[in-house]
């Protein structure tokens, strides 16, 4: 269960992507990608596990490669730790039949150990959840940061 953390947030950056978040699927995706911001922002190192595929991958803001233990790794020590996350979706789309694409930008700031903390971080991200499981996880991420302030 979730302890209690700053509400995350994400919108719809045009009317194609509020359309496609009425589908089952995609509101799904967006469900599960929620549910890791909120994780992350509680520092609850099981829920932001299970939101993982056991073969996840992640190019990382830091140009590393990571698979799930990394991840989990990082939000363990502190890598991964910020005030407040939102996002801005301005694509989202089914693939296939098991998995849905996001990509939008972040507005992120990091906090104590983590890189660049108290700054306020934006990054542009590509996301595939896959619900092949039987549940939605993520399958394959990609951040950039492109500004700090």
Do not use: C
């Not at 967006?30 to 099981?46: F, H, K, N, Q, V």
């Amino acid at each position: 269960m979730l302890a209690s953390a700053p509400p995350t947030s994400w919108r719809a950056a045009n009317p194609e992507v509020e359309a496609a978040a009425r589908t089952p699927r995609i509101a799904a995706a967006l469900a599960a990608a929620d549910r890791m911001d909120r994780a992350i922002l509680a520092r609850d190192a099981d829920a932001f596990s299970e939101v993982f595929a056991d073969d996840a991958v992640v190019n990382n803001p830091f140009n590393r490669i990571a698979r799930k233990k990394d991840a989990e790794r990082n939000l363990t020590t502190g890598l991964i730790d910020y005030s407040s996350l939102e996002r801005s979706i301005e694509y989202a789309a089914t693939r296939g039949e098991h998995d849905v694409v996001l990509m939008g930008e972040e507005v992120l700031t990091p906090v104590r150990k983590a890189k660049f903390a108290g700054e306020k971080i934006r990054r542009r991200t590509t996301e595939v959840w896959t619900d092949a499981s039987g549940e939605w996880k993520l399958a394959i991420r990609q951040a950039t940061i492109y500004r700090t302030k």
